[in-house]
């Protein structure tokens, strides 16, 4: 199939940013379409450089706007769809939610299905399993424990419904009467360099004396690198396009995880961050089953405030669960289906996310040093 293209939604994101980066270097790929709704300053410099390299074009739209779908699909090989809303705080209204993640993604299928572009490949998002209680454990689950979350909260829903609908719309028949071929992967939690959580992480503790935040020392995660989430979608691309290998991943989902070590969240921010003197809160907090029934009651309080006052908790039983839970998983599935395994290892992930720390936190340095003295 000589000749193809790709069109990459959530382009300038910081997921979508590394896939343009890597499809760029693909084989006897002819064009590549980058579409979000606004492209950051910083994201034009890196287009105009590529552009030397390929056909890049950038398009500025609305995942909402059905004309716009159109047109970025039209000709198009194939689809990576990555563009989100990302809510764990539940502070953005839930139709805008409910509308972009799940109404965005069955407008961009039907516009695959009329434009016949026959791959679509969909980012999806751990929070679709779950986890839903802090008291399961999962140790390096797999794809046949077929876990969904439970929770009604806008954005694991507004993903599971998302995923659901990709997957169902694997094998529907192209305006061109060809057939449409779809995959989803489920990514761990991305971190690496731009990562807006570390960023605010990072962003908070320097308000605080070099403080990190500590609401998650009962949990374990396998944090995955942003590079490596890039590449997996590159290699389900290929594998989507391969006859042989298509047939075992047309409809199927993967957990995309790779080799970081298995770790808190609050302990992943300290490994990138210690460098620079940066500690945990070694304050004692309320135990888990505490803050649990606070959250409820919070929630609670928010639903009777609701219709004279917006009220948002600080935190909510969802996300508590999700911050306190031994939630891990295996990329077996994907090594096995499409050839995944990690581009970049442990310790050249942690540097070049160190690195980037770094550009975050040394221009304040010296405020914090008379902060601390």
Same mark, same amino acid.
């Given at each position: 199939? %000589?000749?193809?293209?790709?069109?990459?939604?959530?382009?300038?994101?910081?997921?979508?940013?590394?896939?343009?980066?890597?499809?760029?270097?693909?084989?006897?790929?002819?064009?590549?379409?980058?579409?979000?709704?606004?492209?950051?300053?910083? /994201?034009?410099?890196?287009?105009?450089?590529?552009?030397?390299?390929?056909?890049?074009?950038?398009?500025?739209?609305?995942?909402?706007?059905?004309?716009?779908?159109?047109?970025?699909?039209?000709?198009?090989?194939?689809?990576?769809?990555?563009?989100?809303?990302?809510?764990?705080?539940?502070?953005?209204?839930?139709?805008?939610?409910?509308?972009?993640?799940?109404?965005?993604?069955?407008?961009?299928?039907?516009?695959?299905?009329?434009?016949?572009?026959?791959?679509?490949?969909?980012?999806?998002?751990?929070?679709? %399993?779950?986890?839903?209680?802090?008291?399961?454990?999962?140790?390096?689950?797999?794809?046949?424990?077929?876990?969904?979350?439970?929770?009604?909260?806008?954005?694991?829903?507004?993903?599971?419904?998302?995923?659901?609908?990709?997957?169902?719309?694997?094998?529907?028949?192209?305006?061109?009467?060809?057939?449409?071929?779809?995959?989803? &992967?489920?990514?761990?939690?991305?971190?690496?360099?731009?990562?807006?959580?570390?960023?605010?992480?990072?962003?908070?503790?320097?308000?605080?004396?070099?403080?990190?935040?500590?609401?998650?020392?009962?949990?374990?995660?396998?944090?995955?690198?942003?590079?490596?989430?890039?590449?997996?979608?590159?290699?389900?691309?290929?594998?989507?396009?391969?006859?042989?290998? %298509?047939?075992?991943?047309?409809?199927?989902?993967?957990?995309?995880?790779?080799?970081?070590?298995?770790?808190?969240?609050?302990?992943?921010?300290?490994?990138?961050?210690?460098?620079?003197?940066?500690?945990?809160?070694?304050?004692?907090?309320?135990?888990?089953?505490?803050?649990?029934?606070?959250?409820? &009651?919070?929630?609670?309080?928010? /639903? &009777?405030?609701?219709?004279?006052?917006?009220?948002?908790?600080?935190?909510?039983?969802?996300?508590?669960?999700?911050?306190?839970?031994?939630?891990?998983?295996?990329?077996?599935?994907?090594?096995?289906?499409?050839?995944?395994?990690?581009?970049?290892?442990?310790?050249?992930?942690?540097?070049?996310?160190?690195?980037?720390?770094?550009?975050?936190?040394?221009?304040?340095?010296?405020?914090?040093?008379?902060?601390?003295?």
């Amino acid at each position: 199939m %000589a000749g193809w293209s790709c069109l990459v939604t959530g382009a300038g994101g910081f997921l979508g940013q590394r896939i343009i980066r890597l499809l760029v270097e693909e084989k006897e790929v002819q064009e590549i379409r980058a579409l979000d709704k606004v492209f950051r300053p910083e /994201f034009r410099e890196e287009f105009s450089k590529l552009q030397s390299k390929i056909k890049l074009t950038m398009l500025e739209g609305d995942i909402l706007d059905e004309q716009c779908l159109k047109r970025a699909c039209e000709g198009t090989s194939a689809v990576i769809h990555t563009a989100g809303i990302i809510d764990i705080m539940n502070v953005i209204h839930p139709e805008t939610i409910m509308n972009v993640n799940v109404k965005g993604t069955k407008l961009l299928l039907e516009a695959c299905a009329q434009a016949s572009v026959p791959i679509f490949i969909h980012t999806s998002s751990l929070m679709v %399993a779950g986890p839903n209680s802090y008291r399961e454990i999962i140790q390096n689950g797999h794809e046949e424990e077929h876990l969904e979350t439970t929770w009604s909260s806008p954005y694991p829903y507004s993903k599971k419904l998302a995923e659901k609908a990709v997957l169902a719309a694997n094998g529907w028949t192209l305006k061109n009467g060809g057939t449409l071929y779809t995959c989803a &992967l489920r990514p761990m939690f991305i971190y690496g360099e731009g990562s807006p959580f570390l960023y605010y992480h990072m962003n908070k503790a320097l308000k605080n004396n070099g403080i990190l935040e500590h609401n998650s020392r009962f949990s374990t995660a396998n944090p995955v690198y942003v590079g490596n989430v890039a590449w997996a979608h590159i290699m389900a691309l290929r594998a989507l396009r391969d006859p042989k290998k %298509a047939p075992s991943i047309q409809g199927q989902f993967y957990y995309i995880s790779d080799d970081t070590p298995h770790q808190s969240y609050d302990d992943l921010n300290y490994t990138l961050s210690k460098k620079w003197g940066f500690c945990l809160d070694s304050r004692m907090s309320l135990p888990l089953f505490l803050q649990y029934w606070l959250a409820f &009651l919070l929630e609670i309080v928010s /639903f &009777l405030l609701s219709p004279i006052y917006n009220y948002h908790p600080p935190f909510d039983r969802q996300l508590l669960t999700l911050l306190n839970s031994e939630f891990t998983f295996s990329y077996k599935k994907a090594q096995r289906d499409m050839g995944y395994e990690p581009l970049f290892s442990w310790e050249e992930a942690k540097q070049r996310t160190m690195e980037w720390v770094a550009s975050v936190i040394e221009p304040h340095m010296e405020t914090l040093k008379t902060k601390t003295h």
